[in-house]
């Protein structure tokens, strides 16, 4: 009896630990991620939006490279690589103007995870307008 315990307790014990391990796992991907696989991105800005959720909100950029692949890229503060601007960085980004982007972290769409964007380059401005023809 006391042997069924004593193992019914070792069981338990180790179960315990392997659940926090795993909830720690997940508490420590997405921002592991986020600051990963670190590259750059050229593409024309063709639009931004802020997604709202129960408790959080998101700066979404949506964009197209020279060969129409179409990408969604957030952006987000960063402890992990000390990045705390992200408004001002979404602020300054215009659409219909192309830049090179260095980005993190990879797509989940089951997650909805996005890539991060943490620094840009404009390349070109205003791509998508035309210009006005005086007469």
């Known amino acids: 009896m006391y042997k069924k315990r004593m193992a019914r307790s070792l069981f338990t014990c180790i179960l315990s630990i392997v659940g926090?391990?795993?909830?720690?796992g997940i508490m420590f991907y997405r921002p592991i991620?986020?600051?990963?696989?670190?590259?750059?991105?050229?593409?024309?800005?063709?639009?931004?939006v802020?997604?709202?959720?129960?408790?959080?909100?998101?700066?979404?950029?949506f964009?197209?490279?020279k060969e129409g692949n179409i990408n969604t890229y957030e952006i987000t503060?960063?402890?992990?690589?000390?990045?705390?601007?992200?408004?001002?960085?979404?602020?300054?980004?215009?659409?219909?103007?192309?830049?090179?982007?260095?980005i993190?972290?990879?797509?989940?769409?089951?997650?909805?995870?996005?890539?991060?964007?943490y620094f840009y380059e404009l390349?070109?401005?205003n791509l998508g307008q035309q210009e006005e023809i005086e007469e």
Request: glycine share 6%; net charge neutral; charged share 25%.
């Open 20 to 24: 926090i391990i795993i909830i720690f």
């Open 104 to 117: 993190g972290g990879s797509r989940n769409q089951f997650l909805s995870w996005y890539p991060n964007i």
């Open 63 to 65: 964009t197209e490279d």
């Open 50 to 61: 802020v997604k709202n959720s129960s408790n959080q909100s998101r700066y979404l950029v």
């Open 123 to 125: 390349i070109e401005e």
């Open 77 to 102: 503060d960063s402890l992990l690589a000390g990045r705390f601007n992200s408004s001002d960085l979404y602020a300054s980004i215009k659409i219909g103007s192309e830049y090179k982007f260095e």
């Open 33 to 48: 991620n986020k600051v990963s696989n670190k590259r750059e991105v050229t593409a024309i800005v063709t639009d931004k």
